[in-house]
């Protein structure tokens, strides 16, 4: 079954630096694989989109991920953190060739600090 | 324009009562999806439709879980005799027509059962 992991349940980075959410699918074949954020007590918007053009995606707000098929990773990575963007982030897959549903990751929270 | 809404955001419901959450998508759109999230974890497929057809309800937990969208817009997600382990958010989204178009998500209900 098309699963995917992210390490890490928690994540706090400082205002300015590097932000690496870490995302590892599963899949006999190149799936297509989704970041999307929620805020607190709203629905999940969505950063960007893995299809299998570019290796790597170019999102909303900053971030970008890139597609790693050897390493079997999608890793979410914004260069410099904003506090605007604490929040709830998820990696989700839909298997290629069919079906519409998403299969989400259980979700990295993340923390910037002053 | 006007987002994915449901109704209620918050539902409290004793145990063996029978709950009915609204989901109004954008409107025109074809696609319709039914995601549960349990406290902590990422949202799990429930059901899927394409206009008022019920293309694919895999993940509907028991046969206590009944969605319908009789006209191809407005859909009901429908628990019957609600459990405790049914507490969760039941998130709706909607997409203009299948992959690779954006799932769009509405903010949710949180059901309680207590």
């Known amino acids: 079954a098309q699963s995917v992991t992210q390490l890490g349940s928690h994540v706090s980075v400082s205002e300015g630096a590097l932000v690496l959410l870490r995302c590892n699918y599963s899949?006999?074949?190149?799936?297509?694989l989704f970041w999307y954020v929620q805020y607190p007590n709203q629905g999940l918007q969505l950063l960007l989109k893995y299809t299998s053009a570019a290796t790597l995606v170019k999102g909303i707000n900053g971030f970008e991920a890139e597609f790693k098929k050897s390493e079997t990773s999608f890793h979410l990575t914004k260069p410099s953190a904003h506090m605007s963007d604490a929040a709830e982030y998820f990696c989700a897959v839909r298997k290629a060739g069919g079906g519409n549903k998403l299969t989400f990751g259980t979700g990295t929270q993340l923390k910037v600090e002053l | 324009g006007a987002g994915v809404s449901q109704s209620p955001r918050y539902k409290v419901a004793k145990r063996g009562q029978d709950v009915a959450l609204r989901c109004d998508p954008i409107s025109g759109h074809v696609s319709l999806f039914w995601y549960q999230q349990a406290l902590g974890q990422g949202p799990e497929f429930l059901t899927y439709?394409?206009?008022?057809?019920?293309?694919?309800k895999s993940g509907l937990p028991s046969d206590r879980f009944f969605a319908e969208r009789p006209e191809g817009s407005v859909s009901t997600l429908k628990i019957q005799r609600t459990q405790q382990e049914d507490s969760a958010v039941y998130l709706c989204a909607s997409s203009l027509r299948d992959f690779p178009y954006e799932q769009y998500f509405g903010p949710g209900t949180r059901l309680t059962v207590t």
């Open positions: 439709f394409q206009n008022e057809a019920q293309l694919d």
């Open positions: 899949s006999s074949v190149p799936p297509y």
